[in-house]
């Protein structure tokens, strides 16, 4: 195996490892499952939106976009509005119980973030951000996907 080879199963696991302990650590406490909180922050950064962007936007079957919007519907954390630019299907934008608990839940999860990486440096804090926003960048671009980001550092 070239090193190259390595390097790459080696980033491999690690990211099944992350994937695997940000999972666990999105259960203790937090209000939203993980397609809740998906949907909502995608709606957070642009909306109102459509099913069929929604399901565009995570490659899903709109049928499954529509189950799980289904789902935030029955608890008051989206809702169904006129398009804005009068088209004749309605769309999807969060309610301000869906951010609240959208918001709950992500200082619960910069606080877990928080707690590993206190005794870090700044410069080991920064390099983490920059490599891990090179990364999902490279990932977009090679799917033609860009997700819409906030812009804000804190």
Same mark, same amino acid.
Request: proline letters at 3%.
């Given at each position: 195996?070239?090193?190259?080879?390595?390097?790459?199963?080696?980033?491999? !696991? *690690? $990211?099944? /490892?992350?994937?695997?302990?940000?999972?666990?650590?999105?259960?203790?406490?937090?209000?939203?499952?993980?397609?809740?909180?998906? %949907? %909502?922050?995608? /709606?957070? $950064?642009?909306?109102? /939106?459509? $099913?069929?962007?929604?399901? *565009?936007?995570?490659?899903?079957? +709109?049928?499954? &976009? !529509?189950?799980?919007?289904?789902?935030?519907?029955?608890?008051? %954390?989206?809702?169904?509005?006129?398009?804005?630019?009068?088209?004749?299907?309605?769309?999807? *934008?969060?309610?301000? %119980?869906?951010?609240?608990?959208?918001?709950?839940?992500?200082?619960?999860?910069?606080?877990?973030?928080?707690? +590993? &990486?206190?005794?870090?440096?700044?410069?080991?804090?920064?390099?983490?951000?920059?490599? $891990?926003?090179?990364? !999902?960048? *490279?990932?977009?671009?090679?799917?033609? !996907?860009?997700?819409?980001?906030?812009?804000?550092?804190?």
């Amino acid at each position: 195996m070239s090193e190259r080879d390595e390097v790459a199963a080696a980033v491999e !696991n *690690e $990211l099944t /490892l992350l994937s695997r302990y940000h999972a666990h650590a999105q259960r203790a406490g937090f209000q939203l499952d993980r397609s809740a909180y998906l %949907l %909502l922050g995608r /709606l957070e $950064l642009e909306h109102p /939106l459509s $099913l069929k962007q929604l399901a *565009e936007a995570f490659r899903l079957d +709109i049928s499954t &976009i !529509n189950r799980q919007i289904g789902a935030l519907l029955k608890r008051g %954390l989206v809702e169904r509005v006129p398009d804005p630019d009068g088209g004749m299907a309605r769309k999807v *934008e969060a309610t301000a %119980l869906g951010l609240e608990q959208l918001h709950a839940d992500r200082a619960l999860g910069r606080k877990g973030v928080e707690r +590993i &990486i206190a005794e870090w440096s700044d410069h080991d804090r920064g390099e983490l951000r920059r490599l $891990l926003t090179k990364f !999902n960048g *490279e990932i977009e671009k090679y799917d033609g !996907n860009s997700w819409p980001r906030t812009g804000r550092t804190s």
